[in-house]
DNA sequence: TAAAACTAAACAAACGTTTAATTAATTTTT
DNA sequence: AAAAATTAATTAAACGTTTGTTTAGTTTTA
């Protein structure tokens, strides 16, 4: 149905993409001109239709690079029979945490793409992505239903919404929550190593709550 | 120390403000010219500039108008000395929901410019929106605390930003989620009842295992 | 020496904003 | 109450920039 195309892009598109990507977070899609890209990246403006056709294919190359360069890490998990559902969906809150935070661009980008209807082309390829990530979570609990870790009656969309939804808010909004914290003076390694950790036990504590069978 | 401007709109203002928040949600502010804003609205080009100026202008009144006129709703609950913290809770959490479900195409933009980072002249009026917000929800958590129907060691900002989060992705990603659960052929007044009430049950559930002491 | 990589310059189209003129509404003066 | 004066609302057209893309030529690589 979807054409995944996962193309290989050399040293140089790479350096174009992820130019790109961090302007288009930062300023947005249609904020950013092909200028401030060429610019940033110390290129000349042509180079950009010379590798990718145009600004719109551009963004589609960024999410075709950033999705299929992702997907890879999750898929491990399902196959490790030795893991029980819950360690399993503990270590889908930590995978998820940790690709977002180290991607934080990205993530933003795609916070900004998600909340726009009339959409780039990468709407299918964001679709496709987030069913194989539901599948798979599915897949997870029903396997703790079998094993009466889980309880029945699981929303897993709702779960998935939580999971998503509370990460990106959170790291979209630390600047916020930085100053309404009075975090101002704590160095920025140590800041996000801080989220990290409060957002992943949150979570947790969230999906033990949903997931397992009442006392 | 942030002027609430708060200034009052005409009718002419109001359309043009509600027609431009449409358009901004759908395609984005710099996907939006102010061209498209004239012919949507039906109003020459230049009533823009003529009544606010500028299209950057313009979106600050977006945003002043809309906030101004949800902030009130929330307050008369805090005064309320007959309801418990818990049922506050529930009706903070309603409340949301419904402006939300009722004003998607704000939240929507709403969403968008959080996640831009070199943001419009609004960072101010929404940072000290949140600020209010979450000083409500401490305020009533404290409460519950002090009545001992809350637990101690709760993280505000993260319940927060779960429920900011969840239901901003929720709505955001509701044609996702219509697609996934084969729900095309439910009506849309329908279909927005049932993620209304899903996300509500949702969320109360979350809120009660996070604040309430175990049993 | 052929293909690939790269460049400066030019392209038309679209952008936000302003201008100058006209119509509509309101206020002031008779 | 009518006429005049003043302000507000509205318009079409033009403004100078900036936009994404292309061209035609040059340099580099294989």
Redesign the pocket.
Known sequence: MIETKTMEY?E?QVQIIETAERLFSAKGF?G?????IAQEAG?????????F??????IEAIFDYRISYTRLTMLGLLQDESLSPTIKIEKIIDSYINKMMSNQCFYRLMSQERAILEVHNITELIYDSKSKNMDMVKKIIHEGQRTGEFRKNVDVSLLMATLIGTSNHFTVSQEFYRRYNNMKEMPEEEFQKHLKKKLGNHLKSIFKALLTNEA
Chains 1, 2 share one sequence.
């Open positions: 050399n140089k249609e950013t001109s092909v200028r401030d290129i000349n403006i042509a180079m950009i239709s010379y590798y056709g145009s600004k719109e294919k551009l």
